[in-house]
């Protein structure tokens, strides 16, 4: 579920989820997490994975831009690194002059180590001009770079870069042996070297995740080509 944030059709979004999992289907979310702690408790209760875009690391930022506020996010994610067994991943668009700088990046990657642990997937992803914001440049791959260098020296392990072909920051390595267990092209999975339980099959080594093995060929439409299930 996704583009229109599922915490406001929550009931719905619920329903779904519940219909989804009693077809064995994992039901997965992708939302900004600016929502109250009894929605947050009641959503997140009947989900499997999410992706919580934390859309910058200043209040500031929040209320000029989004009509927010920081905290809210934050509790959303404290809730599902601690009080949940839901997998989710951060993501964080940066946007140029306005929450790309080293400080602020550097904040919100030492808060995540602190708060949440190494082990949650980062992506910083490039944003290009459109709708209200129209005005402002797209994001230099550099910038991305940057940031994805700022983040693991934070102690972050699992750091993506995304919109942008890098080979680098579409990675995974292998805690273990330091080998690339997924290799990425934007949507193209040009590598896969997992057991179906998310072991390194090098090394052995688990790597934290939900899996589904095996894994069919994904490409740019982002549709598997065999009938195999996805790995998430």
């Known amino acids: 579920m996704t583009y229109n944030d599922p915490t406001i059709f929550l009931e719905y979004a619920v329903d779904v989820a519940d219909a989804c999992r009693a077809r064995g289907i994992a039901a997965v979310l992708v939302t900004a997490g600016y929502v109250t702690d009894p929605a947050r408790r009641e959503l997140y209760s009947h989900v499997d994975a999410a992706n919580v875009d934390l859309k910058a690391f200043t209040d500031r930022f929040y209320h000029r831009v989004s009509a927010a506020r920081l905290q809210p996010v934050l509790d959303t994610l404290v809730h599902l690194r601690h009080e949940t067994d839901v997998w989710f991943e951060v993501t964080t668009l940066l946007i140029p002059g306005h929450n790309d700088s080293d400080a602020e990046i550097d904040a919100e990657c030492t808060w995540i180590a602190e708060h949440l642990g190494p082990d949650v997937p980062l992506h910083f992803t490039a944003f290009h001009p459109d ?13 991305l770079t940057r940031a994805r260098r700022i983040a693991l020296h934070a102690g972050l392990r699992f750091v993506y870069t995304g919109n942008v072909h890098d080979a680098d920051g579409g990675r995974t390595p292998c805690p273990g042996c330091g080998a690339a267990v997924v290799e990425r092209d934007w949507y193209v999975i040009n590598g896969y070297r997992l057991t179906d ?3 390194c099959t090098g090394c052995g080594t688990a790597l934290p995740g939900r899996f589904d093995g095996p894994v069919g060929r994904w490409g740019a439409r982002r549709l598997p080509v065999s009938l195999a299930p996805a790995g998430r």
């Open 197 to 199: 339980d998310g072991r």
């Open 131 to 143: 709708h209200k914001m129209r005005d402002v440049p797209p994001t230099p791959p550099a910038t």
